[in-house]
């Protein structure tokens, strides 16, 4: 059984599994800019959640959407994020999207990031949103203005709040939530559903309130209970989603179904990156085209994020990530040394650690502790690693071009290692020397010794 913290409960929950399945929604990315470093960690989120009930055996289907409308940007024009980048391009809006959405594609795989069982996009999931939106105005959860809108009722749904701790009589009106331009709502906290289309000629469809386009929140509610077949057994996003988009897509899909729409809510913390948040008018916005242009593998970045647990707010360097890749290339020449074997085996303390709210720096700490013991067999330290993989996606077996040691200078390798953990200077110096006259130069780092040819 898998236990992650849940947002909602405030505490860690079984992930629900109904027969063997579980179903999973992680919202997507908002398709006008390149993902970045800090978007990645939540996509590396959802997909550690589902390789972990992968090794279990458990049948996943897990969806992930892709807003390419509708999603307002927070200054104070409040203009579509889409519409925006495609004035500042000077290109169609919808072609904006394709093209970074397939960005999206690309750097996802390049993270080894498995690929979700569909990516509906928002523009084309216009007509669900429509009936969803005319099902909560039947239930008496929406309204439609005089002026072509449809606003949510947030006081008609009395738990509202529940996720963020956003009580609604302590949520002052004048907040800005996504639009500025909102005269006709009814109550400062109500949020549109659809939005009248008024002088916005892109990006606007028909309704029967009139020519518009939908609000955010309720794409998701729409895509994930028909995808999922109103069983949403976990939901993953940024922690910067808590409010409003998860807390409103929670009321509008209880109301729906009449009951806790969504099983488990799972909130990833945001990466810092040098210390910073991430932000394009600091500069200091990191994609993955960008280590790959210092040489870096793009899955030392997925190692470093595994490194820190998802819960907890992580600050990634340059130093991290060159330490990141290093390790990632010890271990690769490591499992050409240990042998050719497939197998994998598995190892409790590897499958406690992941099972138990994901807790990778545990699986990891485990694994520098297999390489350096010599009591462990090569052929078990390989297979271990190869589990192991299965949900970290390092691709450890990965041959890289570089001729292995044969096993005298392993053997010197290890029991230098030993001298070191035995503090005995002396004998870890003559290992040294020995392993140099044969040709191999050591490095010690913080994760032990390294070794390259000379
Ligand atoms: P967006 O494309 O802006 O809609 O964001 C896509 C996902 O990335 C959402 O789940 C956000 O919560 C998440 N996200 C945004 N910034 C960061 C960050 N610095 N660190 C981690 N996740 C982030
Ligand atoms: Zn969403």
């Given amino acids: 059984m898998i236990t992650i913290y849940d947002t909602l409960t405030r505490g860690l929950q079984e992930v629900p599994v109904d027969g063997n399945s579980v179903n999973i929604y992680c919202c997507g990315p908002t398709v006008y800019r390149d993902a970045h470093v800090g978007n990645i960690r939540t996509f590396l989120l959802a997909d550690l959640i589902v390789r972990t009930l992968k090794l279990q055996g458990r049948q996943v289907k897990f969806i992930q959407n892709i807003t390419d409308v509708g999603h307002m940007s927070e200054d104070f024009q409040g203009q579509d ?56 105005i039947s239930s008496g959860h929406a309204y439609a203005t005089d002026l072509g809108s449809v606003y949510f009722d947030a006081r008609s749904v009395e738990s509202y709040g529940a996720i963020s701790g956003n009580k609604l009589d302590a949520l002052k009106p004048g907040h800005r939530y996504e ?50 077949d109103k069983r949403i057994d976990l939901h993953v996003g940024g922690i910067d989603l808590r409010f409003p988009h998860h807390e409103n897509e929670r009321a509008q899909s209880n109301s729906i179904i009449g009951e806790e729409a969504v099983k488990l809510w799972v909130h990833g913390e945001h990466l810092l990156f040098e210390g910073r948040k991430m932000s394009k008018s600091s500069g200091n916005v990191v994609l993955v085209q960008h280590l790959m242009e210092r040489g870096l593998d793009p899955l030392a970045l997925r190692l470093s994020l595994l490194e820190n647990r998802y819960r907890s707010q992580m600050d990634l360097t340059w130093a991290g990530l060159e330490a990141a ?87 010197l390798l290890q029991l230098r290692a030993q001298a070191r953990q035995d503090k005995n200077w002396s004998e870890s110096d003559r290992l040294r020397d020995l392993l140099s006259d044969l040709g191999v130069a050591i490095n010690d780092g913080p994760d032990g010794q390294s070794w390259s040819w000379i």
């Fill in 179 to 228: 639009y500025n331009d909102e005269s006709d709502k009814r109550f400062h906290a109500d949020w549109a559903l659809w939005k009248s289309a008024g002088s916005r000629t892109e990006m606007v469809w028909d309704s029967p309130w009139g020519k518009g386009f939908p609000g955010w929140h309720i794409e998701c509610t729409a895509m994930s209970l028909d995808l999922l």
């Fill in 81 to 136: 994020k889409l519409l925006q980048q495609a004035q500042v391009e000077k290109r169609d809006p919808f072609e904006i999207a394709r093209k970074y959405e397939e960005k999206f594609h690309q750097d996802l795989a390049k993270v080894n990031i498995l690929p979700a069982d569909s990516y509906p996009r928002a523009s084309e999931t216009i007509d669900l949103m429509l009936q969803t939106i005319a099902q909560l």
């Fill in 325 to 411: 890749n290093s390790t990632l290339k010890r271990w690769r020449i490591n499992m050409a040394a240990w042998g050719e074997n497939e197998n994998r085996l598995v190892d409790l303390e590897i499958l406690n650690a992941i099972e138990r709210d994901l807790d990778t720096p545990r699986v990891l700490l485990r694994l520098r502790a297999l390489e350096k013991d010599l009591s462990v067999p090569n052929e078990v330290k390989r297979a271990t690693f190869l589990y192991a993989d299965s949900v970290l996606g390092l691709d450890l077996h990965r041959k890289i071009d570089v001729q292995p040691l044969n096993s005298a200078q392993i053997e």
